[in-house]
């Protein structure tokens, strides 16, 4: 169980299409008691976005408190949820308020919550029906005031099909519906997210680095990124640690990074709708950008190749990237 301070740090980084809707969901949901269904793959940021909504809501003053329906054992988690009673079970020795307690007046976060045993869904959905709460050895119910939150990283529809997940209960949360976008379908939020990332992380080591080279910008766009914004900043992070200064290079790159763009399947192939869908409203200069590091992580970063592909001649495309560093 974690309870999360409020902060003002946990905005969205990304500037996507994808990203500017689920904003405007946050922005209207937050000020509702509504309950807020996240899915999205491991790393997306499903608990930044529960964080989000409880941020801007009116209870943004109180506790929001984080349970992982996932990583905790199942015969103990009901505990977690609704806490217990001195006595209550072998190892029992005092009272202990559980995670909806200790969110009273604020927002209980469950994550994995298809993870939960059928035995607790049904609790579950009667805590959501009373707000009330009964727990483990106790006899009297309690009231409490808790906004709910939920997130999984699986297909809940499935689950409920499967019979792994109670279809009252499904129905009773899946409220507000958020997903929680890969961050290959991000577009250059990657890009942004990398570079906040090295300046975070290079003023806690104290170190001074230089943004990331336009070989380094191609190849971050080019790959298909399976843990998500999780796994990105575990990249800079490592390369914060283990070099000390300059612009990132694609020598600087964890080896485990290299392995994976070259065993990653080339992505289909995007119709020409799709393809504009992300440049329309964007800068012509950025659009010219993009293709070109595209092309440059598509030729291996080398320049003479990409400027073949772009029928350009190098020094050409040596003078553009010179010019981005200079800006």
């Known amino acids: 169980m974690t309870d999360v301070a409020p902060s003002l740090e946990t905005g969205f980084i990304g500037t996507s299409e994808p990203m500017r809707q689920i904003q405007t969901t946050i922005r209207a949901v937050a000020r509702s008691m509504a309950t807020v269904f996240i899915t999205g793959e491991s790393g997306t940021g499903k608990e930044l976005c529960a964080l989000a909504v409880h941020g801007q809501s ?164 080019s790959l298909r990124w399976p843990g998500n914004v999780r796994q990105l900043l575990n990249v800079i992070r490592n390369i914060v640690v283990l070099h000390d200064e300059g612009q990132v290079q694609l020598s600087m790159l964890p080896k485990s990074l290299h392995a994976s763009s070259l065993a990653e399947p080339a992505p289909a192939a995007p119709t020409a709708q799709m393809a504009l869908a992300g440049l329309i409203g964007r800068p012509l200069a950025e659009i010219e950008r993009m293709v070109i590091e595209a092309s440059l992580a598509q030729s291996g970063g080398s320049v003479p190749k990409a400027a073949r592909m772009l029928e350009l001649s190098p020094s050409t495309l040596y003078r553009k990237i010179e010019a981005w560093g200079k800006a």
């Open 58 to 221: 009116p209870r943004g003053r109180g506790p929001f408190i984080a349970l992982n329906c996932g990583a905790i054992p199942q015969d103990l988690l009901e505990s977690e949820v609704f806490g217990h009673m001195k006595g209550s079970f072998t190892g029992a020795l005092s009272d202990k308020p559980g995670a909806a307690s200790a969110a009273d007046g604020g927002t209980l976060f469950l994550d994995e919550i298809c993870e939960m045993a059928p035995a607790l869904q049904t609790k579950l959905l009667r805590f959501l029906q009373t707000s009330t709460i009964v727990p483990v050895g106790a006899t009297r119910p309690r009231k409490v005031n808790v906004r709910i939150i939920c997130a999984t990283n699986r297909d809940p529809m499935e689950a409920v099909r499967s019979g792994q997940f109670r279809e009252d209960l499904f129905y009773r949360l899946f409220v507000v519906p958020i997903h929680m976008p890969p961050l290959r379908e991000r577009g250059t939020d990657v890009l942004e997210i990398a570079e906040a990332a090295l300046h975070r992380f290079a003023c806690e080591e104290q170190k001074i680095f230089q943004g990331l080279s336009p070989e380094v910008r191609a190849l971050f766009l």
